[in-house]
């Protein structure tokens, strides 16, 4: 992401006072954890230089998807929107998570995971380590509106994943195929160990098409407000420039953003790399996004205790690692279940019904996601295979 930091206005965050603090919001972005967050950099960070259409770049895409399973996330879930890039060809990855009142408006949150010349821990591990915390984080969380997890690949060589995707799924023949009502797009937040990382900016959009200007603000003023209510971040406002919401601005779609401030200046370079970002801004980066992200969603307010959940707290799946039986444990109230094991892009290797013992002997050794169905319930599970 290359980028020129123009200040709009910080007296403009004295006019954010006009939104409602929810405490389920609050809680559940305190289920960002540090933990996972140093984690999902570190993984970022060993899978390499991620030039769009490389080995690399095509590892990475099968990373984000077995994340996205083991979160309990189905193939059926996830799309990918293929494109090319001079003599490459690589992959945008979706996952839409149905809205309850509004299942055709959908609210898109964005990064990039293409790389240049660097693992790109910042530029965009940061961006795409958020996102996967915030899918975790709300996967059985009610929204009102859909939500699409977007990873775009491209974007180093020009938003040519995003531009692709807009111009073929979002619209096609000039034909809009999808509503949505804002793009969050999270881009290089990983901040440079020795700052003062106690800031993000937020982006709106003011220029291209002057109609959504308007909207962008009052949808960023929005964002700030929830980064100040969800996390401990101060707020800087400015411009959005050269990342993958503008393609969607260039077709009158209402866009804001996330950037790092102060900026780091590792972007592009060989320095990109996890030893020089700040974990604990991405941290706090995560916690006012999962905030945010609620409020455009419209999560549900409500934090209950889910009978469901219980029983699936109850539900064993032993031993794992596995080696030719795996056995399933259900409680009483169970009386009927079925067992599917996939492997981790996706693809059915076994399915059983009702058996607590499963011969496994003829799965090949590796990583799989078991999941077990119950009382229109399901649970997903990573399991090892010896």
Known sequence: MKKVLSVLSLGILGIFHGQTFIQAYQDRANQVTQTNITSLLQQFSNLGVKTTGSVENNNTLAWLKSQYLTYGYTASQMSEDTFTSGSNTSKNLIVTKTGTVYPNIFVIICGHYDTINSPG?????????????????????????????????????????????????????????????????????????????????????QSGQTANNAPSLAMTQQLANCTTLYSPLLVNMSNAFASDYVPFENKGDIITGFYETPVSGNQHTPNDTFANVDPVYVFKVGKAAVGALQHFAVASSVLAVDEAQKISDQIKIYPNPAKNILYIETPSSVKNFAVEISDMSGKLVLKSENQNEINISGISSGNYMCSISYNGEKISRKIIVE
């Open 121 to 205: 821990v910042s530029d965009n591990g940061s961006g795409t380590s958020i996102l996967l915390e915030a899918a975790r984080i709300l996967k059985d969380v009610p929204t009102e509106y859909s939500v699409k997890f977007i990873h775009f690949s491209g974007e180093e060589q020009g938003l040519v994943g995003s531009t692709h995707y807009v111009n073929n799924v979002v619209f096609s023949n000039n034909v809009r195929q999808l509503n949505l009502k804002v793009v969050f797009n999270i881009d290089q937040v990983g901040g440079k160990m020795g700052n003062p990382n106690t800031t993000i900016t937020c982006e709106s959009d």
